[in-house]
């Protein structure tokens, strides 16, 4: 396992030699951009109205509050589950040239073929940390798409060593959870083996 600090915005070769497994923390811009952003790029059409290319996206719904001075402060960022995010990511990558998408769990196949064809990481930020997230989320610089609600609108963050990210497929399309569910099944079969040698009438 393997450390790295990234920093917007990234570069192909800023990526290239991380794989599955390694450790990265990000520094600079950083977008929440969730189920709704996705659609709307990729169901309606429309241009995401912050440029993102070569950046990195969180999908979270976050908890944000309104300052009296009218700036954000973010609260709780605790990562959603990314594979509601498949069905759309794959062309959501080659539309806005996103380097890192960050979130919870495992996502598919069209996202793992997207990281390999255009240089891109996904990324697990580990669940059950979305205060600890917030320290991390410097300043709130700009809300877009306020009308889809908190949740689901896009928060502009400047971010200082977001992380610890895990990655969870590299820019060679491998799938960490893909290959540790097979090593998984590896194991269980050999588990599986021995019990029955031991208790004949299980079957």
């Known amino acids: 396992m393997r450390e790295f600090h990234l920093t917007t915005p990234i ?9 599955i497994g390694d450790i990265v923390y990000l520094s600079g811009t950083m977008v929440t951009a969730r189920d709704e952003a996705h659609r709307r790029v990729v169901e309606e059409k429309l ?9 990195a996206i969180l999908h979270a719904g976050p908890i944000v509050k309104t300052l009296d001075n009218g700036e954000h402060q973010m609260i709780a960022v605790g990562p959603t589950t990314s594979m509601r995010m498949e069905m759309f990511e794959e062309e959501f990558v080659h539309k806005t040239g996103v ?7 495992s996502m598919g196949i069209k996202t793992a073929r997207a990281c390999k064809e ?3 990481l996904q990324l697990v930020y580990p669940a059950g940390n979305a205060v600890y997230a ?6 709130i610089t700009d809300e877009k798409w306020p009308d889809l ?10 971010v200082k060593d977001f992380g610890p990210l895990v990655v969870t497929i590299d820019t060679t399309g491998a799938n960490f959870f893909d290959a540790k569910k ?3 099944n590896k194991r269980k079969e050999v588990i ?10 299980i079957k």
């Open 118 to 120: 255009y240089g891109a």
């Open 182 to 184: 097979r090593e998984f």
């Open 47 to 55: 241009e995401l109205p912050v440029d993102i290319k070569n950046k």
């Open 192 to 201: 599986i083996k021995r019990i029955n040698e031991q208790v004949r009438f």
């Open 11 to 19: 570069k192909d070769k800023d990526i290239k030699n991380i794989r």
């Open 149 to 158: 609600g908190m949740p689901e609108a896009l928060w502009v963050c400047k």
């Open 99 to 105: 380097k890192l998408i960050i979130g919870k769990g």
């Open 134 to 139: 917030a320290k991390h989320v410097e300043k």
